[in-house]
């Protein structure tokens, strides 16, 4: 019983090379990137949160900082993680200490083919665990900057299409910075 046990709960880790969903809690949106731009700031693609989960756009691999995606578990706080969308071969998740977010003019969230390291932490202070597992929910932190990625309801609009901003913020983590972190299996 306890082989069986133990070989599920590995099944559950989120690990190099994982491909991931990431859900923000308070409004229930996947964190999504797609062929737009934004017409302002880094004129890169931009990053919201979307109702739905729409493959691939809502789907990033977690990679390593030397792109060995091993298969080793994501340690909390420790392992520093790139997340790549899977709908674009090099988009990485990137959080700007330079430009502005659209809507409410905190750091802008997009996509870029350059390479930066975040950390995934648990959003639970008595979790006892040392790997991070499938359906938790954590908050995701540039290493340089220290900026939370974080999402709330302030909508902006590009070519009459309007999406949820998903944002950098420097400070302590709130409400809007949890994310349920889930494994995604084809």
């Known amino acids: 019983m306890y082989f069986n046990q133990s070989f599920l709960e590995q099944q559950k880790l ?33 990053v919201f949160g979307s109702q739905t989960l729409s493959n691939p756009n809502s789907l990033w691999i977690v990679s390593g900082p030397d792109q060995n995606n091993n298969r080793d578990p994501i340690i909390y706080g420790k392992s520093e ?22 809507s409410t003019g905190n750091w802008e969230v997009s996509c870029s083919g350059s390479y930066y390291e975040y950390l995934i932490n648990s959003d639970s202070t008595n979790n006892n665990n040392t790997y991070i597992k499938s359906k938790e929910i954590v908050n995701i932190r540039h290493v340089e900057s220290n900026f939370i990625l974080r999402s709330h ?34």
């Open 14 to 46: 989120i690990r190099l090379g994982s491909c991931i969903t990431l859900k923000h809690v308070a409004t229930g949106k996947y964190l999504t990137s797609c062929n737009v731009q934004y017409k302002t700031g880094s004129k890169e693609n931009i």
């Open 81 to 102: 993680v790139y997340l790549e969308n899977k709908a674009g071969r090099f988009e990485i998740l990137f959080i700007s200490d330079y430009y502005k977010s659209p």
């Open 153 to 186: 309801e302030f909508p902006f609009t590009i070519d009459n299409e309007t999406y949820q901003e998903v944002v950098g913020h420097e400070g302590r983590v709130e409400g809007n910075d949890k994310w349920c972190i889930e494994l995604f299996e084809n």
